[in-house]
């Protein structure tokens, strides 16, 4: 029988991405049972609580964004996992997301419904540590695909200071001047549900006008917001059971934790803030609305093409030139994308998943291979969901 190990996790309740955390780390001791948890709720940058001045124990898993008290974990002495950030350059290698990819993925849905002109809200610098990477690859990819990119500045705030209403009247003159129709990325869904407020304060259209994507995929901001928020799904809970994995085998002598960690975003959970066809072409843009609406119902490019009163051929070339993919290959995207939401937010066995999304078996098992890089069930397992009969492990 392993001994036990005490184990402080100061990591928030208050946000979204946090409570995944410990979720996952709730998975790991729920499995493992080895731990003695040293644990009080806690809001992100809280300090630290008076019992850990005399506290001896074998391992931290902690979520700081504050320099000072990451240095002060470091000085313990004690394994210490900094799920935050606080600890940069302070030699304790980057465990979290992979916020490049975060940013690839909220672009390249806001580019497949047509857009061509992006901005990025994000935080004043410095508030947000994974902010300036998200900013900066998300302006890059833009430029990449030869799209204009607009930042808003925000502006540092002192928080017993801070007027939320002078925030939004920031935020309307910013969105007021973006040239339109327009995707925005949200650094997290804070903002994005400030920003889909300030669109309803000033009466602009969202998605029509403004389309928002955030990150974190917070079902309590989406709930507030009006329409509903996209987001990023960054799977913090897989986060939090790797996080947990590492430090126990760091712990027992069995592991090192000696480079950084960079785990891969589950999807977009797409909702009504991005529901947008941004298209001059009125026959590709139903053509593509077809899609989105029907495309698990086992449709044909030929029904397509019927549906938009053009031949084949020219709805091939005119699909193509607009959207970059011919209209089969749109087809196929919509089906795995519809099929990933249900791998990740059911326990449907994958044959039903497949034929949920319009394949047989046989084919939804080698298509989703082919795109994704894993079989279905290899994506499930990676991105380790929890359902309603518990955790599906491998093997």
Partial sequence: MKPTKHVAVLIETSLAYGRGLLSGVSRFHQEHGTWSIYFQPRDLGAPLSHWFSSWQGDGILARVTDRKIAQTLIATGIPFIDLGGGSKDLGIPKFGPNNQRVSVMAFEHLHEHGLRHFAYCGEPTGNNIYDEVRKCMFREISQKNEC????????????????????????????????????????????????????????????????????????????????????????????????????????????????????????????????VVACEDQEIAAAIRFVAQHACHRITVEDLAQHVALSRTLLNRRFKLIVGRTPKAEIVRVQLEHAKRLLLNTDLPVSVVGDRVGFSESNFITVFRRSVGQTPRAFRVRHGRLFGNGWEKEG
């Fill in 148 to 275: 204009d990119c607009h930042v808003f500045k925000a502006r540092r705030r002192k928080q017993d200071a801070y007027d939320w209403d002078v925030e939004q009247q920031q935020l309307i003159d910013w969105l007021r001047s973006l040239p339109k129709p327009v995707g925005v990325m949200a650094c997290h869904d804070d903002r994005g549900q400030q920003i889909l407020d300030a669109c309803r304060r000033d009466n602009i259209l969202v998605p029509d006008e403004i389309a928002v994507i955030g990150v974190d995929n917070d079902v309590y901001f989406s709930g507030l917001s009006i329409p509903s928020l996209t987001s990023v799904d960054i799977n913090s809970p897989s986060i939090g059971y790797e996080a947990s994995s590492l430090l126990d085998g760091v712990m027992r002598g069995e592991k090192n934790f000696d480079q950084d960690n960079f785990f891969k975003p589950a999807g977009v959970v797409a909702r009504q803030s991005t529901d």
